[in-house]
């Protein structure tokens, strides 16, 4: 709990600091949005990946910067909200020999809370004037701070007892459901700072209500290398990034 209470403390700091670099000129509306995640981690072991979709919801401050052309109409965007990423993911073991030959099933769903910081630039270009539309496309960054986890496995055995033309097969299957630590210890299956790019793009009606898609490219491996993991069996991955679109709707005052 305390090293939550810390992390919001990082967050709110670090909006502080974009705030204040922020020109004198710079004209600040606020909002918040909503969205859908469409999340499919990139694993050093990928086999029967699939997406994970999970939710997000936070504020937005945008601030235009007065000037000339072009850059009249070009925004910087950040917020603060919280977001939820995942990956779930197939895989099975052979373990076969001529007398007993076995085969291990794997299928793993994990979600992962955290709070996030995109710092974004965005350039809007008018589409009609009659009833204001306009479009818009970004690129920038964010910074994610992990705070909460979970991760369901179900294990499937089939053990092969006989010969290999006159099996029997004995099946076991066993779930498995445990929270997710973030840090550098042994206990800690991810890193606690994620970050990477964005790119975007949507549209803006009346001057307030947005509805936009995003791309997160993950460019840090956020798997702990010193988690001992707890797990009936092994992890079969050494590098995590996080790969998510997203659909949000959104609104500006």
């Known amino acids: 709990m305390i090293c939550i209470i810390k992390r919001k403390n990082i967050f709110l700091l670090s ?7 922020m020109p004198s000129n710079a004209k600040v509306r606020i909002g918040g949005k909503v969205g859908l995640n469409f999340a499919r981690g990139s694993l050093s072991v990928t086999e029967n990946a699939d997406c994970d979709i999970s939710t997000q919801y936070g504020t937005l401050a945008q601030f235009l910067v007065e000037g000339t052309l072009p850059w009249k109409n070009l925004f910087y965007e950040t917020g603060l909200g919280y977001f939820q990423k995942g990956v779930k993911n197939g895989i099975h073991y052979s373990l076969n020999d001529a007398q007993q030959p076995s085969l291990l099933y794997i299928d793993e769903k994990e979600q992962l809370g955290y ?3 995109p710092l974004n630039l965005k350039y809007k270009m008018t589409l009609t004037e009659k ?3 306009k479009g818009y496309v970004a690129f920038g960054m ?14 499937t055995y089939n053990h092969g007892i006989g010969t290999m033309n006159n099996l029997a097969i004995i099946n076991r299957d066993i779930t498995r459901e445990y929270n997710i630590n973030f840090g550098s210890g042994q206990n800690d299956k991810y890193k606690a700072v994620d ?10 009606a009346i001057n307030h ?5 995003n791309y997160s490219l993950g460019l840090k491996n956020i798997y702990n ?7 009936i069996y092994p992890s079969y991955t050494n590098s995590v ?13």
């Open 225 to 231: 290398s010193n988690y001992s993991s707890e797990a």
């Open 209 to 213: 209500i947005i509805l936009g898609f």
């Open 241 to 253: 990034k996080n790969r998510i679109w997203t659909l949000y709707l959104g609104y500006l005052f």
């Open 142 to 155: 964010f910074l994610d701070f992990g705070v909460e986890g979970n991760n369901t496995s179900e294990y």
């Open 15 to 21: 909006i502080v600091i974009f705030f204040g670099i």
């Open 131 to 133: 009833h204001p539309l």
């Open 115 to 117: 709070i996030t910081i």
């Open 195 to 204: 970050c990477g790019l964005n790119f975007g793009a949507g549209i803006e």
